[in-house]
């Protein structure tokens, strides 16, 4: 889907007309990439990790491994480094696989190739991301691209996905730096109403037609 901004000052577009456009984009460079679900990817800051299945002397098991992005293409990421043809990744529930790693003091996207040592409550505090889903309301892609840059733009948030379909905000954000009350305020200073948090009337009435969520 796309939004098209048009000048129409001499009115010849009329509500409910039809157009016919053309949309270019220049991926002819990724034809030929291997590429992966976006659910597959999971993301901290500027590390990439998927987890490859791999064998072991139970069966198999799913290592954590780093890759480079490339663009989105529609719902899918393309691999410029990391995977090769014919690997098997998880493709959904791989959070949780994220977590059982951490649990068992694997390798995981919050410990990079370490294994999680003992920490002091107060280095706990500074060193651990926390992951929060966070119920903001919103309609479209132009929704999810101003509540991502919102919650992005709070000092100590790693990273911000919105979804349409669940009206969650899925954000990891560094404790003692910042909180989920912090970013569903800003949020909703943006003009999606988040949590305790309601966007101003004069904000939310300032939104594209698409963008206006509520009944």
Excluded at 49 to 65: A, C, I, L
Excluded at 89 to 118: C, H, R, Y
Excluded at 182 to 188: L, S
């Amino acid at each position: 889907k796309v939004r098209v901004e048009i000048n129409n000052r001499s009115g010849k577009l009329k509500p409910g007309m039809f157009a016919n456009g053309t949309i270019t984009a220049n991926t002819e460079a990724y034809r030929n990439k291997l590429t992966v679900p976006r659910s597959a990817v999971l993301w901290t800051g500027k590390r990439s990790v998927v987890y490859v299945k791999q064998p072991s002397k139970e069966g198999f098991e799913f290592k954590m491994r780093m890759v480079n992005l490339g663009p989105v293409l529609g719902d899918r990421y393309v691999i410029s480094d990391g995977l090769t043809e014919g690997e098997e990744i998880v493709t959904q529930g791989a959070f949780s696989v994220d977590a059982a790693a951490q649990l068992e003091g694997k390798p995981s996207m919050m410990n990079g190739t370490q294994a999680v040592q003992p920490e002091t409550k107060t280095e706990m505090n500074q060193s651990k991301t926390k992951h929060e889903m966070l119920k903001v309301a919103g309609n479209c892609d132009m929704c999810k691209e101003r509540i991502e840059t919102a919650a992005k733009a709070v000092k100590g948030v790693m990273s911000a996905e919105w979804k349409a379909e669940t009206q969650m905000l899925h954000v990891e954000i560094m404790p003692g730096t910042t909180s989920s009350d912090a970013v569903t305020k800003a949020v909703a200073l943006a003009g999606h109403d988040a949590g305790k948090y309601k966007a101003p009337d004069s904000i939310y009435n300032a939104l594209p037609e698409c963008c206006l969520y509520r009944k």
